[in-house]
């Protein structure tokens, strides 16, 4: 491993040495296939050796992940979401472990997990990086938290050094595989092109085994887009809430300056509580979670306990959560609510529901 290890620093080195122009443009493209198969070679080696590594069972509705560096406030701000009582202090690395706590929401349960704080380099393996990092790709949506903007860049950083794009999604590339014929690019976007040529497009797809296929590339991507989505079973595209803390020693330069890098940024206490109503909000929206009331025919609809659905869910979707034999026992659907044209509305199996929709289901018996 150390042979792999010294030959990721002799390419990054490289990187950083040579200007990017047009000229080097393929080079660097080269370089950078070379580095991302270095450092999956080394990850897969380093997971067969194994080690204690860090672990959570995924519970609820959604799962969160919190990261940030050491003492940036995530216990303080597990504590002040959930009923997790994670150990809170004033110096570095105090979770040693990842603590799950639940946040309750519009009565959802999202679990929050407050993982061990991850120090620059961490997403090349440095402090167990790439272990607690591993934690984070189980999230259906990751908190980058930090006290100000550049806390908020390192890790950022670092999950992308990881493998973890936030904000992203997979790169539009469809890959056929041919059995003879060569490599053959089609670009739906000229301007591609310029960033991304036939030959390091060639090269890199032989770096990886390809040697006869057909690619097309629907999105105007550079090298490391290319990568993305070459290696996009490896990477994990994840949605991502940026989260600057300890708000009440912020002074109002500070947080203009913060906002002009992170517009979104949401600014919370957990010392006095500001800013906690609207992060759970956040939350809940970023999840994409909507709630689904059902009623028995000829009764009203029970509205204290919902059904938590992900956007874009179906009534299929929601069959299949109540029972196994829902969707094949399923005669038709009642539906009231923003998701049908009219009140009591039939609708079958396809049909997608939207928030507060209540449902009243048919089903053969």
């Given at each position: ?40 070679e ?6 067969k ?33 959930t ?9 570095d ?64 950083k ?18 056929k ?61 994840v ?18 300056d913060?906002?002009?890098?992170y ?20 939350i809940f ?27 874009g ?39 997608k ?13």
């Amino acid at each position: 491993m150390m042979e792999i290890e010294e030959k990721i620093k002799e390419i990054e080195e490289e990187i950083r040495r040579t200007p990017y122009n047009k000229a080097t443009q393929h080079h660097i493209g080269i370089l950078k296939a070379k580095l991302a198969k270095l450092r999956d070679e080394l990850e897969s080696r380093q997971a067969k050796k194994g080690g204690t590594g860090f672990s959570v069972r995924k519970q609820g509705d959604a799962t969160v992940i919190m990261v940030g560096p050491p003492s940036v406030g995530k216990s303080t701000l597990l504590n002040a979401l959930t009923n997790a009582e994670s150990k809170v202090g004033e110096y570095d690395f105090t979770t040693l472990n990842v603590i799950p706590g639940m946040l309750e929401y519009k009565g959802a349960q999202i679990q929050l997990v407050d993982i061990p704080g991850i120090i620059t380099g961490a997403g090349k393996g440095k402090g167990r990086g790439k272990e607690i990092l591993s934690v984070a790709r189980i999230g259906d949506l990751i908190l980058i938290m930090g006290e100000n903007a550049k806390q908020i860049d390192e890790t950022m950083k670092e999950l992308y050094n990881a493998g973890i794009r936030i904000n992203k999604k997979v790169p539009d590339v469809k890959i056929k595989k041919k059995d003879s014929g060569g490599i053959s690019v089609v670009y739906s976007k000229e301007s591609t092109r310029k960033k991304l040529d036939e030959k390091t497009i060639k090269q890199i797809m032989s770096a990886y085994g390809y040697h006869n296929a057909e690619v097309i590339i629907n999105d105007d991507i550079d090298v490391e887009g290319f990568l993305d989505a070459l290696l996009a079973n490896r990477r994990k595209f994840v949605k991502g809430l940026v989260v600057i803390t300890k708000l009440d020693k912020k002074t109002k330069n500070e947080i203009q300056d913060i906002v002009r890098y992170y517009p979104s940024a949401i600014f919370v206490s957990a010392k006095n509580g500001k800013g906690i109503n609207e992060l759970k909000e956040k939350i809940f929206e970023a999840l994409e979670l909507i709630r689904v009331y059902t009623k028995k025919i000829g009764e009203k609809p029970k509205m204290d306990k919902p059904m938590i659905l992900r956007k874009g869910n179906t009534i299929r979707d929601m069959c299949k959560r109540i029972h196994k034999d829902f969707v094949t026992k399923f005669k038709y659907a009642k539906v009231w609510g923003d998701s049908v044209k009219f009140p009591g509305q039939t609708v079958g199996l396809d049909h997608k529901l939207k928030d507060n929709d209540v449902v009243e289901l048919h089903i053969r018996k």
